[in-house]
């Protein structure tokens, strides 16, 4: 490990931000870090890289910062999990924000999640439901959405459009990124024309539950590591990152949904959104994401876990939350008269994961032999839920048994 700045004075947060081959983002990236309101002696930034081979590891020599930084690299590509962990054990602060090495940070980050932590000991604060994205660079490997979109952003400035036509122009096909921001666009807040809103999370229901996601039942999906605060003491108490989860997707889930288990309260506050700085989307990313599910849902094999396997049929949040509420009113009130149906609804609910893991068409999920004892009480059971009030159950239900 190499420190700048090995000053004494004690540490009040510590931000973790592990990269893996985002040179350019990550410089800019610790140049927001470098602009901020709050104080900087006491806040710290631990870059862990997880051995890329870009020019990231000479970030160290050339990042001018005023806060204490702490550059940890990796021999070997550890996955995001282990590096995050890493992070956490190197960290001096008693909060910790998780923050992606390609999240550019406006200059009350820091302050806007501490100020949640002062007077509570048991939140987690995130800004990465109310997701801003940027295009600070044109990167090589954007695929056609990607540069439809930034053309489309570029039109609306002269001097950005002017860039992008003069890299149509002379630098098409290389290989090499070209800047689109610069650091006084950061100063300035100009960077902020090539940005855009992606209301992803909140517009599947969220928003709807208030910042502190009062009475969702999912509130755990708010634990994006993008972007989010915990106090140390609360993952000592749940865990750290389960470092079985390599590659893309779920593990920040996995811990949200144990900090959650052990009742940590979950906050929404989009005065700590940070900008993710776009690049090239790698074609692995699904295959690792369902890899990922796989191992959460045979870990948690919950209903309340199970139940995120409805996204794959593109089911809104809110569907999911109200699925659940009267998956569980339904045993509440009936604890003996539906088992059966129960039994089939959380099995066919791993078994999209499953398939989807295996590379298997998501299908036939709970076949039956026609006129079995079972298949018929599935079915009576079927009928009795929407005239008993368990529309969304029932609804939810018959999208994955008749598949």
């Given at each position: 490990m190499s420190i700048k700045n090995n000053h004494k004075h004690p540490i009040k947060v510590s931000i973790v931000m592990p990269t893996y081959n985002k040179y350019y983002q990550t410089s800019l990236s610790l140049y927001g870090l470098s602009k901020q309101t709050f104080p900087q002696a006491e806040y710290e930034v631990i870059l862990v890289d997880d051995a890329s081979s870009d020019n990231t590891p000479n970030i160290f020599k050339e990042a001018d910062v005023p806060f204490k930084f702490k550059y940890i690299g990796m021999k070997q590509n550890k996955g995001r999990s282990s590096v995050r962990n890493?992070?956490?054990?190197?960290?001096?602060?008693?909060?910790?924000?998780?923050?992606?090495?390609?999240?550019?940070?406006?200059?009350?980050?820091?302050?806007?999640?501490?100020?949640?932590?002062v007077h509570e000991s048991n939140l987690v604060v995130t800004g990465a439901m109310h997701y801003e994205g940027v295009y600070t660079f044109i990167m090589p490997d954007y695929n056609e959405d990607q540069v439809a979109h930034?053309?489309?952003?570029?039109?609306?400035?002269?001097?950005?459009r002017r860039l992008y036509e003069n890299y149509e122009q002379t630098q098409q096909h290389s290989n090499v990124p070209c800047p689109l921001v610069t650091k006084e666009d950061i100063n300035t807040n100009r960077f902020q024309r090539l940005s855009f809103p992606n209301r992803y999370f909140l517009n599947s229901g969220l928003k709807h539950f208030g910042e502190r996601l009062e009475g969702f039942t999912l509130p755990y999906i708010a634990f994006l590591s993008g972007n989010v605060s915990v106090r140390k003491a609360n993952l000592k108490k749940s865990g750290l990152f389960d470092e079985t989860f390599v590659g893309y997707g779920a593990e920040d889930w996995e811990l949200g949904y144990r900090l959650y288990k052990n009742g940590v309260q979950f906050v929404l506050d989009p005065s700590t959104v940070a900008y993710h700085q776009e690049h090239g989307i790698s074609k692995r990313k699904v295959k690792e994401q369902w890899g990922n599910h796989y191992r959460f849902v045979k870990k948690h094999p919950n209903i309340d876990v199970l139940i995120l396997?409805?996204?794959?049929?593109?089911?809104?949040?809110?569907?999911?939350?109200?699925?659940?509420?009267?998956?569980?009113?339904?045993?509440?009130?009936?604890?003996?008269?539906?088992?059966?149906?129960?039994?089939?609804?959380?099995?066919?609910?791993?078994?999209?994961?499953?398939?989807?893991?295996?590379?298997?068409?998501?299908?036939?999920?709970?076949?039956?032999?026609?006129?079995?004892?079972?298949?018929?009480k599935i079915h009576q059971q079927l009928e009795t839920l929407r005239p008993r009030g368990f529309d969304y159950l029932a609804s939810s239900f018959e999208q994955i048994y008749y598949l």
């Amino acid at each position: 490990m190499s420190i700048k700045n090995n000053h004494k004075h004690p540490i009040k947060v510590s931000i973790v931000m592990p990269t893996y081959n985002k040179y350019y983002q990550t410089s800019l990236s610790l140049y927001g870090l470098s602009k901020q309101t709050f104080p900087q002696a006491e806040y710290e930034v631990i870059l862990v890289d997880d051995a890329s081979s870009d020019n990231t590891p000479n970030i160290f020599k050339e990042a001018d910062v005023p806060f204490k930084f702490k550059y940890i690299g990796m021999k070997q590509n550890k996955g995001r999990s282990s590096v995050r962990n890493i992070g956490i054990n190197h960290a001096e602060g008693n909060l910790l924000i998780f923050l992606d090495g390609e999240m550019l940070a406006p200059p009350a980050f820091i302050e806007n999640h501490y100020k949640h932590h002062v007077h509570e000991s048991n939140l987690v604060v995130t800004g990465a439901m109310h997701y801003e994205g940027v295009y600070t660079f044109i990167m090589p490997d954007y695929n056609e959405d990607q540069v439809a979109h930034l053309k489309e952003l570029v039109s609306r400035d002269p001097e950005y459009r002017r860039l992008y036509e003069n890299y149509e122009q002379t630098q098409q096909h290389s290989n090499v990124p070209c800047p689109l921001v610069t650091k006084e666009d950061i100063n300035t807040n100009r960077f902020q024309r090539l940005s855009f809103p992606n209301r992803y999370f909140l517009n599947s229901g969220l928003k709807h539950f208030g910042e502190r996601l009062e009475g969702f039942t999912l509130p755990y999906i708010a634990f994006l590591s993008g972007n989010v605060s915990v106090r140390k003491a609360n993952l000592k108490k749940s865990g750290l990152f389960d470092e079985t989860f390599v590659g893309y997707g779920a593990e920040d889930w996995e811990l949200g949904y144990r900090l959650y288990k052990n009742g940590v309260q979950f906050v929404l506050d989009p005065s700590t959104v940070a900008y993710h700085q776009e690049h090239g989307i790698s074609k692995r990313k699904v295959k690792e994401q369902w890899g990922n599910h796989y191992r959460f849902v045979k870990k948690h094999p919950n209903i309340d876990v199970l139940i995120l396997s409805l996204e794959w049929k593109e089911l809104p949040f809110m569907h999911m939350h109200q699925t659940l509420v009267e998956y569980k009113e339904l045993k509440k009130r009936f604890p003996d008269e539906y088992n059966e149906l129960t039994h089939a609804f959380r099995l066919m609910l791993f078994r999209i994961i499953e398939y989807l893991n295996n590379g298997q068409p998501v299908t036939k999920l709970y076949e039956l032999p026609p006129g079995s004892e079972e298949r018929i009480k599935i079915h009576q059971q079927l009928e009795t839920l929407r005239p008993r009030g368990f529309d969304y159950l029932a609804s939810s239900f018959e999208q994955i048994y008749y598949l």
